[in-house]
């Protein structure tokens, strides 16, 4: 949320910059909640995990539904979308500049870490696990939209 009347200038500053201007201040609040959302979502991997399989049942019904496979082959490209974004979890989740700034930090040595410390590295350990989940899950995705309207002919 924006606190402060530097905060709103940072982030007036921000938005011209990229091209976007809101004049209306009690618009903008709305827009970073909504973007907050979107990227809890991005980044819950039981969501994403719940959402392929909801569109993939989508899709197997619809293909049943319509005797035509070809729906089932384009759920592929949404599972791609979803493998994709748990791959990239940990870019999502930094941001672009706290990313960079993680990659290029040099160790010290080894310290006591602290709660923010244990806590970070859990969320190493979920980004770990999301990109290997989501490399999986891409490649079924492509599989399924290479070939998913061939299961009819087996």
Known sequence: MVKSAEDWIELKIALVSKGQVWEDEEELPNLLMLKKWLKNCATS?????????????FFVWLSFERKDWSWFSRSGSIICILGATMTLR?????????????????????????EDEKRENEELFLDIRATNLGFAITMAGTLVWAFGDLINKL
């Open 45 to 57: 991997i039981p969501f994403l995990f719940v959402v392929g399989t909801i569109v993939t049942v």
């Open 90 to 114: 940990r870019l999502i989740r930094l941001g672009l500049r706290r990313f960079y700034k993680h990659e290029t930090e040099i160790d010290a040595g080894y310290f006591q870490p602290s």
